[in-house]
């Protein structure tokens, strides 16, 4: 296209530096906006865990909570969700009548939502979460532990959860299976999958090394293990 006035021309030169302008502002905002978010909402108390353990919050779906639950039905001892986000599973938790149901989480915003959560549903008192690191927690006296953390951070889980769990306890994975130990049991398909592991006298069985987290039998699909565990998430 010709432009033969040269004010025209001048005008929409101008025109245009000001549309890559604003442009470049809007991309400007919206990067502080997400550094923003970023910084005050995620990143609160991850500031001294090294950049690998550092796990994202991401809700679990309510039939993984069921599935969790499910393995975990009528347990004794200690139920502790290891970075507990919101709060649903431990919750849900003591709604199944597990006792005392405790969650770690890094946190303070999610640690304050599942307070709020467990105020708004009558359970305050029954329930406890803690703002500490999950890295940093004793696992000595918890018999049912519940994860839902990323594969990258799992080796080194496993790792404490041997040195520290009781006889007895029982593990349950959410999404991800624990890389070298063999479960007893598996439940649900896809992204509700979860696997549950026993310590034993000699600590977990292992897997093969080929397959980890194959189940021994075909998951299962249970039904609620108790009329109380539904998260609406
Ligand atoms: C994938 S989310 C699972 C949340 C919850 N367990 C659930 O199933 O809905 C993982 C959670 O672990 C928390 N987390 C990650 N590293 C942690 C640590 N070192 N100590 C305590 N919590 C941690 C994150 O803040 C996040 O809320």
């Known amino acids: 296209m010709e432009q033969d006035d040269p ?20 991309a400007a905002g919206s990067s502080v906006a997400a550094y923003a978010v970023w910084a005050l909402l995620l990143q609160p108390g991850f500031r001294r865990v090294p950049l690998r353990l550092q796990v994202p919050y991401v809700g679990a779906s309510a039939r993984q909570v069921q599935n969790v639950l499910w393995l975990l039905r009528g347990r004794p001892g200690k139920t502790v969700d290891l970075g507990s986000g919101d709060g649903r599973i ?16 890094l946190n303070p915003w999610l640690v304050g939502l599942a307070r709020l ?3 708004r ?32 951070v799992l080796p080194m889980l496993e790792t404490k959860l041997q040195a520290e769990l009781p006889k007895g306890a029982r593990v349950v994975s959410g ?38 987290g194959t189940p021994t039998q075909a998951p299962v699909h249970p039904g609620p293990p108790c009329s109380q565990a539904g998260y609406q998430t």
């Open 117 to 119: 959560h467990a105020w």
């Open 7 to 26: 004010a025209e021309a001048l005008t929409e030169l101008r025109e245009r530096r000001l549309g890559a302008l604003e442009l470049l502002q809007v």
């Open 90 to 105: 431990v919750l849900a938790a003591h709604r199944c009548g597990l006792c005392p149901a405790v969650g770690y989480e």
């Open 175 to 212: 999404r991800f299976p624990l890389p070298t130990w063999k479960p007893v049991a598996v439940v649900g398909e896809g992204l509700d999958r979860v696997w549950a592991y026993d310590i034993c006298s000699d600590g977990p069985a292992r897997e093969a090394a080929s397959s980890p």
């Open 121 to 152: 549903a009558g359970c305050a008192s029954n329930v406890q979460y803690r703002r500490e690191d999950l890295w940093k927690v004793s696992l000595r006296d918890c018999h049912n532990v519940s994860v839902f953390l990323a594969p990258s």
